[in-house]
């Protein structure tokens, strides 16, 4: 089992910046993904379990910055030049194998104000 617990989500502007923080109890290969209103939830980014690896969704790319921090077992998203349409709640997840999640966190709401 891994346990995963999320936080950094608010309320910001268009054009404005949050970093996300998911710490899970293990270290797992972690993504992050993103549900809005009506919408199917969608892959955002993710991370190998040793950091070396990453990969973005093309919505995000050079905007959004996944990394982890391996002694704490933490993994961040820093979200630059927000835009309306960021506007989620966005999931921690995490597996033993890259790609593949079996573990999610409670989820933490993003919304960013045009």
């Known amino acids: 089992q891994v346990q995963l617990v999320e936080s950094g989500g608010g309320l910001v502007q268009a054009g404005g910046s949050l970093r996300l923080s998911c710490a899970a109890s293990?270290?797992?290969?972690m993504g992050w993904f993103r549900q809005a209103p009506g919408k199917e939830r969608e892959f955002v980014a993710r991370?190998?379990?040793?950091?070396?690896?990453?990969y973005y969704a093309d919505s995000v790319k050079g905007r959004f910055t996944i990394s982890r921090d391996n002694a704490k077992n933490t993994v961040y998203l820093q979200m630059n030049s927000l835009k309306s349409e960021d506007t989620a709640v966005y999931y921690c997840?995490?597996?033993?194998?890259?790609?593949?999640?079996?573990?999610w966190g409670q989820g933490t709401q993003v919304t960013v104000s045009s």
């Open positions: 991370i190998s379990r040793s950091g070396g690896s990453t």
């Open positions: 997840a995490a597996g033993e194998v890259i790609d593949s999640y079996n573990y």
């Open positions: 293990r270290r797992v290969s």
